[in-house]
């Protein structure tokens, strides 16, 4: 079983996950390309993969066998485990605890397909209503308090396996950069009485230089402060700190919407990998003013050195408002075989 | 001119460095191999880089000229520049100032070599005199406020250039992750009258498990929650929360610390990238009893993907016992043959 220990000095919590654990030799210097020789992932390799936990399938077919549309199943190298109690307790000036929580992939596609944006809409639709399926099932476990559903995209992003597919990693206490957020916004409100992501999005929306797409429910910008070229968030317009509550006529428009930015970012930036995180509220709270949920996508352009993990500061070399122009500009209608290809 | 910008939300500033600015079809893929076919911080090559701002010389050599052993020259694609005005303004919602600040390279001998830990331990004990140096000069400059002394080595850890050589980025705001350390550091100090480092040290010092050396002036340790497998930090037993400050006697002492922790590392992990980071507080306070300045050094083995940067939480598949013990048994004097080649 794997510890959650704590710095003392920032609250910050790492996984010490041994079951995991290598031979110093064993590190791998560079990413390795993606292979797609063997794809457990695949339709009718569903024994290569732990049990599943939830598919939408096809009327008649059996769990663990071929017929589902989306999948979703344990991380096989879990860095936490729903199994066990979490034990806090503290270690002289240190505090730790056992790892339980939940590390699930969500297998986006019974086929070899490794871009998310050549997915049918449909597909992409049903994906977000399993984020919301598993994060309203495992909100119930007392003992679990914030769940961090995210992709890698690629190698560089952290991706071990090419075939699309997303995580999902719920925890027994709130993530420190959840918590920054979530102080930071409840400041903003307690002092003027609004939500901070809500004054945002009105003043991108008047401003429009950084506006990268806007329907009748969300607004895709790329971010005043960006950390990262291109980096670009989706918001919804109506006020909602927790993903999950998300009304089902705003997934069907928020999978056209993830299509599209997705799809605009691959053709501007020639196949780039990239993260995206849904930020959304701990389950222990309600509906909340202060806090709003969003989609946070960063291309992995550029590396992380010793300046930014000293300082939390980032360099940034493309203008967000330059950004925002190219990716407005991006056509992914015309490009439509391209993308579908 | 750079601009510096402000997340409204968790108060991280940006740097957005248009000066650097790429098109969104120039950016590398993977990091290049360092080549060394051309090295512009070569002696000989001094015309190649900026006029330098400060070098350790030998007696009756010139500026700019051959002579020199440690030397520091303005970052060619600075960041932060030294002239002008800050012009600290808002925009809506949103704060912003002028890039102003500083970016130097520090060229840390004067022949190609790529391993600091290979250099003698008279050059490496110039190099950290020249950061103090650079430190105490630039802290005259009351629009400046935090300086921030790092390594980058290797591509992977956000190199470019294969030379041996460190970087000091001299910023007008505290940045944020200072800003967390000395905000948690205080929040113990007010509740126990101690040093949170101090406690840290005693009581690895009297565990033992995580230390890696133990000198006269310094510890080395595996920290508790480390973030990433085989870091280590290095603390001055002597409570200090400036590193500027640091007594000459220290300095000898830290410099051979420095060679052996990163001759151990380069030994286990077999030459790996990394970076280390040197935390000092702010220049707008003297010495400070409840921050303890420090240098962090961190491996580039694993990658950081979606889940860390939504979450803050990290995993790390070495135990740091492990890892602490494992360098503990490295011999480098054994090896002193490899490590002088």
Redesign the interface.
Known sequence: MSDL??????????????E???R??D?P???PALTTAFDPFLEGNEDKTPPEILAYREPHTHPNKPGWRVRVVPNKFP?LKIEGTLDKRG????DLMHGVGAHEVIIECPHLETSMARLPVENIREVLWVYRDRLVDLKRDPRLVHG?V???KG?????SLAHSHS?L?V?PVV????W??MT??LE?YNYRGRC??C??MQ?ELA?GTRIVLDTPAFVVFC?????F??ECWIMPKHHSSHFENIPRQSIEELGSVLKNVLGKLEL???D?PY?????TAPFDTKEIPHYHWHI?I?PR???????E????????????E??AA?LREVDTEASHGQLTA
Request: proline share 7%.
């Open positions: 220990r704590k710095d003392p000095i920032t609250g910050r919590w790492v996984i010490i996950a041994t995991r654990a290598k110093p030799q590190f210097r560079d990413a860095a270690e002289g000036i240190y961090l995210f992709k890698n190698a560089a992003a952290g991706a995580q990693i925890t993530p420190i950069s959840v920054e957020e930071g916004a903003f901070i992501y004054d945002i003043q401003t971010p005043f402060a960006a950390r070229p291109f501007a930036l020639d780039p993260n995206y995180i849904i930020h946070e960063i352009l550029t590396r992380i050195a010793g300046f993990w000293g300082s939390g500061f980032y360099i940034n070399t493309v203008l967000p330059k950004a190219f």
